[in-house]
């Protein structure tokens, strides 16, 4: 398994993209990512097509065209749930969901409604069955970002739903993996709600707490043999 943090692929990225092409943003990594069973991510950006986005701009959103340079790069599942792939409303959840699933990349943490994003996502590699469950910190997003009974989001932080979660996916997987978008920009340490969130995981049965978000590779932890 590789996981990688923050994918962004708008802003300034895209100028260049337009210019290097799709596969630029992963020439030095490449080979690398693809040389694992399962290479993870955080997707921070929809993807729908649009104007292009200033480089100051925070509401990011990437053309559909870069999708093929995310499967060539290797990624089999991406999280979408963060502070930024909700920027461009349902329409773009929505377009995001359909043209990953059409370049045959996974996603976890968002879907088209409550059910969906909160639901774990299962890949196998190796004779190994994986589920992954993806959640972000409602601190960095209004109350909007949220998937509700009638309405695409992502799937937010709360202790009591990764209780129930993570006993239930481990029932049809060997290993649970939770990703939390969460923690303090360019602090390299965790703050008290990244630690609480990723013990009450493990402590459930997850097997793995992945983090994204703070934009600096933060602390490792051993926690339970976890």
Do not use: C, W
């Not at 398994?1 to 596969?23: C, E, Q, T, Y």
């Not at 960095?140 to 509700?148: E, F, I, T, W």
């Amino acid at each position: 398994l590789i996981a990688v943090g923050d994918i962004m692929l708008s802003r300034d990225v895209a100028r260049r993209i337009n210019i290097k092409g799709v596969d630029y943003p992963y020439d030095a990594t490449r080979e690398y990512l693809k040389s694992a069973d399962l290479t993870f991510a955080n997707l921070e950006t929809p993807i729908t097509p649009g104007p292009s986005v200033p480089v100051n701009s925070m509401t990011f959103h990437s053309d559909p065209k870069v999708v093929p340079g995310l499967t060539r790069a290797g990624f089999d599942i991406l999280s979408l749930a963060n502070n930024h792939t909700p920027n461009y409303g349902q329409a773009g959840l929505l377009d995001t969901f359909k043209y990953l699933s059409e370049g045959g990349i996974k996603f976890v943490g968002a879907g088209k409604n409550a059910a969906d994003a909160e639901a774990p996502v299962y890949i196998e590699a190796q004779g190994i069955k994986f589920a992954f469950l993806a959640y972000n910190d409602t601190d960095v997003v209004p109350d909007s970002y949220g998937a509700s009974d009638n309405r695409a989001g992502t799937n937010f932080m709360d202790i009591s739903k990764v209780q129930k979660a993570v006993p239930e996916a481990k029932k049809h997987a060997d290993v649970v993996i939770v990703s939390l978008h969460s923690g303090v920009e360019y602090t390299a340490t965790p703050n008290s709600h990244q630690i609480n969130f990723a013990h009450a995981a493990i402590d459930a049965g997850a097997d793995m707490v992945i983090g994204h978000h703070p934009h600096v590779a933060q602390t490792l932890e051993k926690y339970n043999g976890k």
